[in-house]
């Protein structure tokens, strides 16, 4: 039996189509885990700024418990919450500029808080309430946690980003819409190290 020319292009042009459609979809189907996986880790990091950030009215009143407590050091910790709460980005556009403007807010929290805990230094009563305490370490946990979860977030972007931009699925990331997605940046001054005086 003789298969004709037509039939054997017809064959070929089927398998094409067939191949093309399964590496297609496998393409997409990656990209969407992938990106998913990068909004699941994002609920992370906010889970564990949230964390942070409830435990700041609870080491407010604490420390305003003590008599004579510096109230300006009080008021920037508490706007700084404010302002960083206030600060929410669509974890399907995590793109460089909303991440910096996040970061930035985390950041200013972040110092706000150093420097409360510089001025509970001068307050050795403060110091050793149980509650300021446990709050304390409570905080100092959250921080190690806000470390570990950016670190993970910036490991599935990364994963992420690859596959956007990898061939030859960069050509459906394109068609569909998937664009890179931004990193944790380290805070400016941070690649220099402190000089440490005796």
Same mark, same amino acid.
């Given at each position: ?5 037509? +039939? @054997? ?6 398998? *094409? ?5 399964? +590496?297609? /979809? ?12 990068? %909004? %699941?880790? +994002? *609920?992370?990091? $906010?889970?564990? &700024? !949230? ?19 510096? !109230? ?11 302002? *960083? ?17 996040? !970061? ?18 001068? &307050? ?9 305490? $446990?709050?304390?370490? %409570? ?13 993970? =977030? ?7 980003? @690859? !596959?956007? /931009? ?9 068609? #569909?819409? #998937?664009?890179?997605? *931004? ?11 402190? %000089?440490?005086? =005796?």
């Amino acid at each position: 039996m003789k298969i004709s020319k037509g +039939w @054997i292009i017809l064959i070929v042009i089927v398998l *094409a189509v067939i191949l093309l459609f399964t +590496w297609g /979809k496998d393409s997409y189907n990656n990209l969407v885990t992938k990106d998913q996986a990068v %909004q %699941q880790q +994002w *609920a992370q990091v $906010e889970n564990v &700024y !949230q964390r942070r950030s409830d435990l700041i009215p609870n080491l407010v009143n604490t420390v305003k418990g003590v008599a004579n407590f510096e !109230q300006k050091t009080l008021t920037a910790v508490i706007e700084a919450r404010a302002k *960083a709460t206030s600060v929410q980005i669509n974890p399907k556009n995590l793109d460089q500029a909303s991440l910096q403007k996040f !970061q930035a807010s985390q950041d200013n929290l972040s110092s706000s808080l150093a420097r409360l805990m510089v001025v509970v230094e001068n &307050y050795p009563q403060l110091k050793a309430t149980q509650n300021f305490t $446990e709050l304390q370490a %409570q905080l100092e946990g959250t921080e190690n946690r806000i470390t570990v979860e950016r670190m993970k =977030f910036n490991d599935v972007v990364q994963d992420y980003n @690859i !596959q956007v /931009k990898r061939f030859p699925s960069n050509i459906f990331a394109g068609m #569909f819409g #998937f664009k890179e997605k *931004a990193f944790f940046m380290a805070v400016k001054g941070a690649e220099k190290a402190p %000089q440490v005086q =005796f």
